[in-house]
């Protein structure tokens, strides 16, 4: 394998690993924050045992974070000059010191500094918008690599040798930032929500009624149909500024008519994609709703093409594990499964999240290729020129195993947690 397809790789598994591990932080911060609200002694378990959750998954995002930020700097010199401007930037220092905050109060909390309700309710609060900053931070700084504004590059043979700051509201402002935020953070919230729905069905296993049950399956209801609006606004930025990357998701070549395919087959080499298409109008109403239309794989840049197959597959695993999630929750809040079936389908519905937030970074990811930071620098400009192909190896396997370890603690101790928990519910059911 060549530097920089391992680089690539190692970066990718890398990226997908990390918001496996963390994109339920900002969802368990947002449970814990509500919970912390009621007075009753059963909110006061909730809390307690969501506590312990968000804290298991705050530790292992940050082990799993600065794992994916030394690869960065190992792997992209080439790039790490801008994206360390943005990280070390007054805004990005100050989510550096929500990390830190959410460390303290965290502290305060399992140290029983807050037994009063108010001090438990003030104390959760500034926990989630803590965690709601440094993912923010996050999503901004990928989303900047995405569509770069806001910032003067100085670039030399491919790698930025100079990069300063013109334009800090250009960079929160960046259109792929807001949508692409709100979009990824409803995904967030959502797998928060049905981690909590497995952390109930795994203690009430064998009874009937699961309190909070059913309004946490509503939540997640909600969510998931917000999700195609959002996911919607974010295609159109993607249409707009990177063509490339829309019409490698809907297998989209020169020469061709542009149609939608929620069931199909694409293959780049002979430009042609097939399958079941939606309504020629429901195409065309599509390519009015952007600014510059649908633009298809130009011929004459096919240097500059996406890994065509990758993305187009990716982008409809993500469709279809939407669709299996909502069906699955129709089938939750109709209450005609019974206790053992509702742990194995809560479950299920958080492994369909985890595919369909892998498979949507893959589609973001990889569709940004040839690009490190789009349009500007390349992935084969950026790589380092100094590692060994055993120095890549053994990137690569040490990425791997870090991330597999952090996977397992992540589950390991969290159901040992639940466990824990249990009696105490059950006691209080009784």
């Not at 926990?127 to 770069?148: D, K």
């Not at 100079?162 to 709100?182: C, D, G, H, Q, Y």
């Not at 120095?391 to 396997?397: I, W, Y």
Request: glycine fraction near 8%; proline fraction near 5%.
């Amino acid at each position: 394998m060549d530097p920089e397809s391992a680089a690539r790789l190692i970066f990718g598994a890398g990226m997908v690993s990390h918001f496996l591990i963390a994109g339920a932080l900002p969802g368990t911060a947002l449970v814990l924050a509500v919970v912390s609200f009621g007075k009753r002694p059963v909110f006061r378990m909730v809390h307690a045992l969501i506590l312990h959750l968000f804290v298991i998954q705050f530790v292992l995002s940050s082990v799993s974070g600065l794992t994916l930020e030394t690869g960065l700097s190992q792997h992209w010199p080439g790039a790490e000059k801008a994206l360390l401007l943005l990280v070390h930037h007054p805004i990005g220092r100050s989510a550096g010191i929500g990390f830190i905050i959410i460390a303290v109060l965290c502290a305060m909390l399992l140290g029983r500094f807050s037994d009063r309700t108010v001090h438990r309710t003030l104390i959760s609060v500034i926990v989630f918008m803590a965690t709601f900053l440094l993912s923010g931070w996050s999503i901004m700084v990928n989303s900047w690599m995405q569509h770069p504004v806001g910032v003067d590059l100085i670039i030399e043979s491919g790698e930025v040798t100079e990069a300063s700051l013109n334009s800090l509201s250009e960079i929160i402002m960046n259109p792929f930032a807001v949508t692409r935020f709100v979009h990824s953070f409803q995904a967030m919230l959502l797998s928060g929500t049905l981690w909590s729905l497995v952390a109930l069905s795994l203690i009430y296993t064998g009874r009937d009624s699961v309190p909070f049950f059913r309004s946490s399956v509503l939540i997640a209801l909600g969510l998931l149909l917000l999700q195609p609006f959002t996911g919607h606004l974010q295609f159109l930025n993607v249409a707009n500024e990177q063509p490339n990357k829309a019409a490698a998701i809907e297998g989209y070549y020169e020469g061709s008519t542009f149609q939608i395919y929620p069931i199909g087959v694409t293959d780049p080499t002979i430009r042609s994609t097939q399958g079941l298409p939606v309504p020629q109008k429901m195409s065309d109403m599509l390519i009015r709703t952007t600014d510059e239309g649908i633009r298809p794989l130009p011929e004459s840049r096919i240097s500059e093409w996406p890994p065509v197959k990758r993305v187009f597959y990716s982008f409809r695993i993500m469709v279809l594990a939407w669709v299996l999630m909502v069906l699955g929750v129709l089938v939750l809040l109709s209450e005609r499964i019974n206790p053992r079936g509702r742990v194995w389908l809560t479950l299920g519905l958080f492994v369909l999240g985890v595919i369909a937030t892998c498979a949507g970074w893959i589609v973001s990811e990889a569709g940004r290729q040839p690009w490190i930071i789009h349009d500007l620098v390349k992935v084969a400009d950026a790589v380092s020129p100094i590692l060994s192909n055993t120095d890549l190896a053994l990137g690569l396997l040490s990425n791997v195993l870090i991330h597999l370890a952090l996977a397992y603690l992540w589950v390991w101790l969290q159901v040992s947690i639940i466990r824990s928990h249990a009696p105490i519910f059950l006691n209080s059911y009784e």
